[in-house]
Nanobody, 125 residues
Framework: VQLQAYGGGLVQPGGSLRLSCAASRFTLDYRAIGWFRQAPGKEREVVSCISSSDDGSTYYADSVKGRFTISRDNAKNTVYLQMNSLKPEDTAVYYC??????????????????WGQGTQVTVSS
């Protein structure tokens, strides 16, 4: 199983980026998928989560509510994180992770068995 997170880059404050999390040899649509980030000198934190497709619920950290949107495209076996109104404090390495349990939800306390390699997001003028 491989997860690949990509789409990071350098963007000015107020700008937007869309991160993608693609999987190989693993189907994402009926699993909880999370996005995490880790800034230099800080602990990793959860940014957002999307539940199994038969549930559809989502979770956002308070720091990103109203600015980030998580979604999935099951046909492409990909989960996205649309990030708008980016701030310098959003600068971090972003990771996606998947709970391998069928039907897992964000509210059910997902266990993230699989992790992507991370993609750097830098918000700076």
């Amino acid at each position: 199983v491989q997860l690949q997170a990509y789409g990071g880059g350098l963007v000015q404050p107020g700008g937007s980026l869309r991160l993608s999390c693609a999987a190989s040899r693993f189907t994402l649509d009926y699993r909880a998928i999370g996005w995490f980030r880790q800034a230099p000198g800080k602990e990793r934190e959860v940014v957002s989560c999307i539940s199994s497709s038969d549930d559809g619920s989502t979770y956002y950290a308070d720091s990103v509510k109203g600015r980030f949107t998580i979604s999935r495209d099951n046909a492409k076996n990909t989960v996205y994180l649309q990030m708008n109104s980016l701030k310098p404090e959003d600068t971090a390495v972003y990771y996606c992770a998947a709970d391998r349990t069928y039907g897992s939800t964000c509210q059910g306390g997902p266990i993230y068995h699989y992790w992507g390699q991370g993609t750097q997001v830098t918000v700076s003028s």
